[in-house]
């Protein structure tokens, strides 16, 4: 059986993990718009997040936890 001093020590655990993969995702959202191909490019990836340039700005998905983004790469003209 547990102790209160446990149970709280494995909550604090959970809690930093839960929120050094919130950070890591907000860092990972921003990198994809900040760096875009060529004007002549309309769909793009660095591997991880796949981007179209819309008339508002560039769309990107949502990258994965563990991706580790490459060169970028054009996909369509």
């Known amino acids: 059986m547990s102790t209160p001093g446990e149970a709280l020590a494995v909550t604090i ?3 930093a993990a ?3 993969v919130m950070l890591g995702m907000l860092i ?3 990198s994809p718009r ?3 191909p060529g ?3 309309q ?3 660095d591997g991880c997040v796949i981007c179209s340039r819309r008339p508002n700005g560039a769309a990107c998905s949502t ?3 563990a991706c580790t983004p490459g060169p ?3 996909l369509k003209r």
């Open 18 to 20: 839960l929120a050094a």
């Open 28 to 30: 990972g959202l921003s």
């Open 13 to 15: 655990a959970i809690t």
């Open 63 to 65: 990258p994965g936890i």
């Open 72 to 74: 970028l790469q054009c």
């Open 43 to 45: 769909e793009w990836t």
């Open 34 to 36: 900040a760096t875009e």
């Open 39 to 41: 004007a002549s490019c």
